[in-house]
């Protein structure tokens, strides 16, 4: 059993930066890949990035690639999303999730976060 809470979401003006974490529970973090998702009002949730095991096999969503870093710290059952150069296209409520495997679509993930609020403003 793995329990995620993200935090770091907020508003911030288009160009501006946040950092997202999520914190996990639990002694098995570093045996799961960890995603990040994001669903925005009236869509569909939808892969942002991902992240092995290890920290490798990073994977992102071409929408985000060049402004959003995917990274974990093992020891302190913690991934993060560093994003950068926002628009107001990033608004959306920002998920972390846990997997078996670097998957990119929601059903390859077993274990979810409750969510964070990211609000881009114009």
């Known amino acids: 059993q793995v329990q995620l809470v993200e935090s770091g979401g907020g508003l911030v003006q288009a160009g501006g930066s946040l950092r997202l974490s999520c914190a996990a529970s639990?002694?098995?973090?570093?045996?799961?890949?960890m995603g990040w998702f994001r669903q925005a009002p009236g869509k569909e949730r939808e892969f942002v990035a991902v992240i092995g095991w290890s920290g490798g096999g990073t994977l992102y969503a071409d929408f985000v690639k060049g402004r959003f870093t995917i990274s974990r710290d093992n020891a302190k059952n913690t991934v993060y999303l560093q994003m950068n150069s926002l628009t107001p296209e990033d608004t959306a409520v920002y998920y972390c999730a846990a997997g078996r495997l670097r998957g990119v679509t929601s059903s390859q993930y077993t274990y979810w976060g409750q969510g964070t609020q990211v609000t881009v403003s114009s």
């Open positions: 639990g002694r098995t973090f570093s045996t799961y890949a």
